[in-house]
């Protein structure tokens, strides 16, 4: 069964950056997209970006636009990068790598994401 494995967390002070990276372990599905969503202690689980399988697409939440870039590996199939530039307090949470085998609409729902990886704890000290 394929299964998504993150790499790259860890704790930064505020204003510093982080690299995150996903790809498949074991058989790798066809993908339409793939993205990440991230959750917070007592809060629910949020969109933070996607992209296309070809890399052309991206889609970001508002809350991370201008810091945050996502990309694909174009050497490594199903291979996706989130950097993390100029980290905020409130950017700590678990950050999950996600894959989208059915639709590619790059969309903020959970739902639209069929593969989930098990996450990656981002933590930003003040």
């Known amino acids: 069964q394929a299964q998504l494995v993150e790499s790259g967390g860890g704790l930064v002070q505020a204003g510093g950056s982080l690299r995150l990276s996903c790809g498949f372990s074991g058989r790798s599905f066809n993908t339409y997209a793939m993205g990440w969503f991230r959750q917070a202690p007592g809060k629910e689980r949020e969109f933070v970006a996607a992209?296309?399988?070809?890399?052309?697409?991206?889609?970001y939440a508002e809350s991370v636009k201008g810091r945050f870039t996502i990309s694909k590996n174009p050497n490594v199939k199903n291979t996706v990068y989130l950097q993390m530039n100029s980290l905020k307090p409130e950017d700590t949470a678990v950050y999950y790598c996600v894959s989208d085998s059915l639709r590619g609409g790059l969309g903020p729902r959970p739902s639209e994401y069929d593969v989930w990886g098990q996450g990656t704890q981002v933590t930003v000290s003040s």
């Open positions: 992209v296309s399988w070809s890399g052309g697409r991206t889609n």
